[in-house]
């Protein structure tokens, strides 16, 4: 099952109890087809990172790890010093580890981002704690996938029955990917070459769709296009 015990998280409809809800998110690529750090592009009152880790505080995620890999001293740096502001702003830093971000917030490295995605996923998947009961695996380019529908997605995860969750939105599947902690070690043991279809196709007993409203689950941001795309999707929404 997907449910246990612990943080009360409050939704519109319902009270859900989990022990703790994770998130990794993904954000070691080189942006090569983008030709700069598509991270750091302003995006909103923040940028295309920031926003997904907005996103995330909004949803009430108890943890958000921060994989950083190609140029990650430039991209740590604009989280420490004030980019994004939801972070800048916060009242309780973890100046210890982190410097200028929050205790809810750690970023980690991939030394070996080269490898490819699944590298980055295992080196936040080693950030989480043993006892984690569901953790995300979101992506650092979806900026518009709203706090709201990720809490929409939460409950439907936590009433699935499945240790697996997968958005959808009409028959098209997106992110960000829910996975039970019963899976954490499992991920972390496997070849950093490998993929997480691999281990999707390995478990597609347990895998659950998740039906949501919201288009921007589909979307990720490579190209300049994409990135004016999104920026003027947004603005038409606010």
Do not use: W
Not at 109 to 130: C, I, K, P
Not at 142 to 169: H, M, N, W, Y
Request: aromatic residues 6%; negative net charge; contains cysteine.
């Amino acid at each position: 099952m997907c449910r246990a015990a612990s943080t009360f998280i409050l939704h519109p409809s319902s009270l859900i109890l989990f022990l703790m809800i994770s998130a990794v998110v993904l954000a070691a690529g080189m942006s090569t087809r983008m030709g700069t750090l598509k991270q750091l592009l302003p995006f909103g009152e923040s940028t295309v990172l920031g926003s997904v880790i907005k996103n995330l505080q909004i949803a009430s995620i108890d943890r958000i790890v921060v994989v950083l890999g190609h140029e990650a001293e430039k991209v740590r740096e604009s989280l420490q010093t004030g980019t994004p502001p939801s972070l800048a702003a916060s009242a309780t830093m973890n100046t210890a580890r982190d410097g200028g971000v929050p205790k809810t917030v750690e970023i980690v490295t991939n030394e070996e981002y080269v490898l490819g995605m699944f590298s980055s996923v295992q080196a936040g998947l080693r950030a989480l704690n043993a006892d984690t009961e569901t953790f995300l695996i979101c992506l650092g380019d979806q900026p518009s996938i709203r706090g709201e529908t990720i809490r929409a997605l939460v409950q439907k995860f936590a009433d699935c029955g499945k240790g697996i969750g997968i958005p959808f939105t009409e028959n098209d599947q997106g992110h960000p990917l829910f996975v039970s902690g019963k899976y954490l070690n499992e991920l972390q043991m496997m070849a950093p070459t490998l993929t997480l279809k691999h281990f999707l196709t390995a478990h597609s007993h347990d895998i659950a769709r998740l039906p949501v409203e919201d288009s921007a689950i589909l979307r990720d941001i490579d190209t300049p296009a994409e990135y004016e795309d999104e920026r003027r999707r947004y603005n038409c929404d606010i």
